[in-house]
């Protein structure tokens, strides 16, 4: 099979499944479908008995392919090869993209990366010639930008290793970000297992105009539902206003559908998603869509009357949407740009922007640069250059040479854009500074989707703003975040005042793209041998975790409690720590470095309850491993949102967590922690939070005797020997208790 893109032979296959499976949930529910239902369901185990209970029961579903990024890839591979097996039951691919720092630019940064993670490259090439994967070498383009190049089709269902895996919902997929673990047991051939979604309708009306781009939408979206207004469920978008949003539009607002907590987001197919295939090579897929728009939309009854058939609507009209802007450290703090000057002064942020960057996975594609090159090409005709440092990252090779062939890179490079190479950089940590000293308070501007503190240079001082490219070049032109690109003006090289025009760009580029498979490798025949040196620090072979024993629950020490937002940047950083990925006793260095710990003043400091003694967290974490002592870690809401990445949960498991209580829980994060054999809880009355001290000793009463919505008692010591008893609950199906007793999921295969 042909690993570079999906195979007519696959979209065939599955469009015949989806016939059937919809016709078995139409008799079940007898009631019209949305399109979410229609592909969720249509990839349904057993489509015959599986729960329609939304946000309560769990159910299994076979995905068509997965895709992992190189920095999880690492650790799904390591599992993977404990699997046994010869090649992944579905189609997969490696893109390797997290593991190039944006520095001097695309050329020496991408020859500097090659050199230093040279021992990873080498094991994933390896590894995917091995066991039949498509691997994307360094360079050929961010993971989701690439899959929805090459793989994304309307209809399909995918599981990712990266939490903006839902990108390819803009292509009409059901496509979800999960943790490695998941990924392995698809790969594995077992069923991808997740709580039944409630469903979100965004409901758009009129049509986007002038500055106004997809990216506005969406952040008008997290606005809305905030950071877990859409956590467990699925969003949705249909309306008239869906029909004007290119495809890659439409990605940009799926891929953002992290940002909310979303399981994932989708697009009814379109003439848009037709043109995108075919500019794409791929009118094979577009001719077969075309036939099937029963499947790819959703019903009629539905689009009249959607209040009835999803748990919440809301309408965004486009006519009137403005520019917006959202941050700092959180997506969901949003304002239109015209609002943003009397916020800056307000909030007193830092009002000289550092940096200014566009690209990424969430807005890299041709539509993209090209309204950013438009401003450009304006701004330098009058002799205007961009006022502060400009990045920007292609998201594959296709996109980039293409580009750079239609001009829109010299565009940017005349106002004094730096390109860096096809891959994630700045977005996930991965930026060298030199300009800012580490604690300097400053603030950027992205076109990003993720701006928690420390997240794009390490420094958690620097204040994130996100925003369309368009509105990213406007202000970079202005240098300062009070400049608004709609009513302010620049004085030229002649002294004139000027006003910038709305950006005009086409969707897709007329003579086609730059078609090219540069580092990608089919897997060959044969036979491959996957080495992993023992004395690497790079990586480490794994070894399974043990199965449950009720006595290990027993007097459980608190290692921390969170306090305020914890998010996996918080519990397993990224930034320097992605090199040790591979890696899971070395990473577990990093773990809970930047979790703010009720016990202490100073993030990810504890107080070690062996002898009194203040250090960091994971050093306390390691003592209590050593010493063969059980603990459990106290959270805050929505503990674990942000990154997809496992290590948030393999860590604590590796160094002897056994239970993380919390509040609340994110979704994939939740997931995590299952599939490695901790036990997550939630408060059932969230005010017994505060009854949790450092010294006390914790224990989990009855759990050999676990059932699903059963809720469990646990027993709080005090130092004087009082004790309390409180209620926990814990989201647990039957399959995933046998894997909680067995130690993980893994271990159940």
């Not at 269902?157 to 698809?186: C, E, F, Q, W």
């Not at 330098?380 to 296709?398: D, F, I, N």
């Not at 925003?467 to 709609?486: C, K, Q």
């Amino acid at each position: 099979m042909d690993l570079s893109r999906t195979p007519i032979e696959l979209v065939e296959s599955v469009y015949k499944s989806l016939t059937e499976n919809i016709a078995t949930l139409r008799e079940r529910k007898g009631t019209p479908l949305t399109l979410a239902e229609k592909i969720l369901f249509g990839h349904a185990k057993d489509p015959s008995s599986i729960s329609l209970e939304k946000g309560e029961d769990y159910g299994d579903f076979a995905p068509d392919r997965v895709a992992m990024q190189d920095a999880t890839a690492q650790m799904a591979l390591l599992q993977f090869m404990q699997a046994g097996m010869e090649k992944t039951a579905v189609p997969s691919t490696v893109h390797c993209d997290h593991l190039i720092q944006a520095y001097e630019g695309a050329t020496s940064d991408l020859e500097v990366a090659n050199k230093t993670h040279k021992e990873v490259f080498d094991f994933l090439r390896s590894a995917s010639q091995k066991y039949g994967i498509g691997f994307w070498g360094p360079g050929a383009g961010i993971i989701h930008q690439v899959v929805l190049e090459q793989y994304a089709f309307p209809g399909g269902m995918m599981i990712g290793t990266d939490s903006h895996t839902p990108n390819a919902g803009g292509l009409g997929m059901v496509a979800i970000g999960v943790g490695g673990a998941d990924a392995v047991d698809v790969m594995a051939g077992m069923p991808f297992n997740t709580k039944i979604p409630k469903l979100i309708g965004v409901k758009l009306t009129g049509s986007l105009s002038g500055w106004t781009s997809p990216k506005d939408i969406i952040l008008k979206v997290a606005e809305i539902l905030t950071v877990k207004g859409g956590t467990n469920a699925i969003v949705e978008y249909f309306g008239e206003g869906t029909t004007s949003i290119s495809t890659t539009g439409k990605a940009t607002i799926t891929n953002m559908g992290a940002e909310i907590g979303a399981t994932c987001s989708i697009f009814p197919f379109d003439s848009k998603g037709q043109d995108y295939l075919v500019s794409t090579g791929r009118s094979d897929i577009a001719e077969l869509a075309e036939t099937r728009m029963d499947l790819l939309t959703a019903d009629q009854e539905v689009l009249d009357e959607p209040e009835k058939y999803f748990d919440q609507v809301i309408e965004i009209d486009l006519d009137t949407l403005e520019p917006h802007i959202v941050g700092p450290h959180t997506p969901d703090l949003a304002r239109s740009i015209t609002d943003l000057k009397e916020d800056v002064e307000e909030n007193e942020y830092p009002i000289k922007i550092s940096s200014a960057l566009i690209g990424s996975c969430t807005n890299s594609s041709y539509e993209d640069i090209g309204r950013a090159a438009f401003i450009a090409r304006e701004a330098a005709k009058h002799g205007l250059k961009a006022k502060v440092p400009l990045m920007v990252t292609p998201g594959s090779e296709q996109t980039r040479a293409t580009i750079e062939r239609d001009g829109y890179l010299k565009d940017l490079e005349d106002i004094g854009a730096t390109v860096l190479a096809n891959a994630c950089g700045p977005c996930i940590g991965q930026w060298k500074r030199d300009d800012i000293k580490e604690g300097e308070s400053n603030s950027i501007v992205s076109s990003f989707n993720r701006n928690f503190p420390a997240r794009n240079d390490g420094n958690a001082e620097t204040l994130s703003f996100i925003g369309s490219p368009e509105t990213v070049i406007g202000l970079a032109l202005g240098g300062r975040l009070d400049f608004n690109f709609l009513s302010d003006t620049l004085t030229d090289k002649d002294g004139n005042e000027i006003s910038l025009s709305p950006p005009v760009a086409d969707e897709l580029p007329d003579a086609g793209f730059e078609t090219t498979l540069e580092g990608f490798i089919q897997p060959e025949e044969g036979e491959v041998e996957v080495v992993i040196d023992p004395e690497s620090n790079r990586l480490q072979a794994l070894v399974p975790f043990t199965p449950f024993e009720s006595d290990n629950y027993h007097s459980m020490t608190v290692l921390m409690k969170a306090n305020g937002k914890c998010t996996t940047d918080h519990i397993s950083p990224a930034g320097k720590w992605l090199q040790y990925r591979g890696h899971l006793e070395n990473i577990s260095q990093n773990l809970f470095i930047g979790v703010n710990n009720a016990f202490t003043e100073n993030a990810g400091e504890g107080i070690n309850q062996l002898d009194n003694s203040v250090m960091s967290l994971p050093d306390i974490a390691k003592s209590y491993h050593e010493e063969g002592l059980n603990w459990i870690a106290v959270g805050d809401e929505n503990y674990g949102e942000g990154s997809s990445r496992e290590h948030a949960a393999m860590e604590p498991r590796f160094r002897g967590c056994k239970v993380v209580l919390v509040k609340s829980f994110a979704r994939i994060h939740e997931a995590n922690l299952k599939k490695q054999g901790i036990l997550p809880l939630t408060f059932e009355n969230k005010e017994d939070y505060d009854l949790i001290d450092q010294e006390d000793k914790i224990t989990i009463k009855n759990l050999e005797e676990i059932a699903p919505d059963v809720p469990v008692v646990i027993s709080i010591e005090k130092t004087g020997g009082e004790t309390k008893d409180i209620k926990a609950n814990h989201s647990l199906s039957d399959e995933q208790i046998e894997w909680f007793k067995a130690g993980s999921a893994l271990n159940s295969i």
